[in-house]
C-alpha cells in the first residue's frame, strides 16, 4: 500500500514538473516570436 502512494506521489510531482517545463518553453517560444515581429517592424518602419 505504501509503495502505491510513493508511485503515485512520483507520478504527480513528475506532472507537475511537465506541465511547469511545457510552460516554460512556450513562454520562451512566444518571446522570440515577438522579438522576430518587433524587428520586423523596425525594419519596415525604416524603409
Same mark, same amino acid.
Not at 506521489?9 to 522576430?36: C, H, M, P, S, W
Given at each position: 500500500?505504501?509503495?502505491? !502512494?510513493?508511485?503515485?506521489? !512520483?507520478?504527480?510531482?513528475?506532472?507537475?514538473?511537465?506541465?511547469?517545463?511545457k510552460?516554460?518553453?512556450?513562454?520562451?517560444?512566444?518571446? +522570440?516570436?515577438? #522579438? #522576430?515581429?518587433?524587428? +520586423?517592424? #523596425? +525594419?519596415?518602419?525604416? #524603409?
Amino acid at each position: 500500500m505504501e509503495l502505491l !502512494f510513493l508511485i503515485l506521489i !512520483f507520478a504527480g510531482i513528475y506532472g507537475i514538473y511537465d506541465a511547469l517545463r511545457k510552460l516554460n518553453n512556450n513562454v520562451l517560444e512566444q518571446t +522570440e516570436e515577438l #522579438k #522576430k515581429i518587433r524587428e +520586423e517592424l #523596425k +525594419e519596415s518602419r525604416s #524603409k
